[in-house]
């Protein structure tokens, strides 16, 4: 049989009273309202110290947010004063021939991929392509071999991060075969 929770107060009242925890006499108001606002301010307390940390706790996340994103712009700009330095070098040579410039340019260039991969940079192949215009940037239409509606020249390489995309590539899109007259 179910006991009503009157039932069940009743029942942990006569326990309390049991144990020798009343004293038999029914609390009077002034106590009850005393245990009341006791409860009260201790649940007050609480709140405020809830309060006061989750306050802490955001304040101390967005300066780790702050602190990640400086850290991680810092470490790409050092990336990029490495190869600004490469190429100051290369042009501070004023008696070197065109081969050891394009040496030189090569191994610049080399050092920008790495430092790309780094970064999870790709570029993605957009030559001979369906054209999408998630991934494409169409500047103009030309006749080509190549069947209609795909790329027909990357006039600049388009790259990811990661599954992302950082730039679309530039494309021209083929029209079809010129047609004969």
């Known amino acids: 049989?179910?006991?009503t929770p009157e039932e069940q107060n009743a029942e942990a009242a006569a326990e309390d009273e049991a144990k020798g925890k009343g004293d038999g006499a029914p609390p009077t108001p002034e106590q009850q309202l005393a245990a009341v606002t006791a409860e009260r301010d201790e649940l007050k307390d609480r709140m405020l110290r809830i309060a006061a940390e989750f306050e802490n706790w955001k304040k101390r996340a967005r300066k780790d947010q702050t602190d990640a994103v400086a850290q991680a712009r810092e470490q790409v700009l050092k990336d990029v004063l490495e190869v600004a330095d490469n190429l100051e070098r290369a042009t501070a040579q004023s008696n070197v021939d065109a081969a050891s410039v394009m040496?030189?340019?090569?191994?610049v260039l080399r050092v920008i991929q790495q430092k790309l991969e780094r970064y999870d940079i790709k570029p993605f192949v957009a030559q001979g392509?369906?054209?999408d215009p998630h991934l494409?940037?169409?500047v103009s239409r030309v006749e080509s071999d190549v069947p209609a509606g795909n790329v027909a020249a990357e006039l600049q390489k388009g790259y990811k991060v990661g599954d992302r995309l950082l730039r679309p590539a530039m494309v021209s899109v083929s029209t079809g075969p010129k047609a004969s007259a």
Do not use: C, D, N, R
């Not at 040496?103 to 191994?107: E, I």
């Open 1 to 3: 049989m179910e006991t």
């Open 136 to 138: 494409h940037e169409a």
């Open 103 to 107: 040496k030189g340019v090569s191994l």
């Open 129 to 131: 392509q369906p054209f």
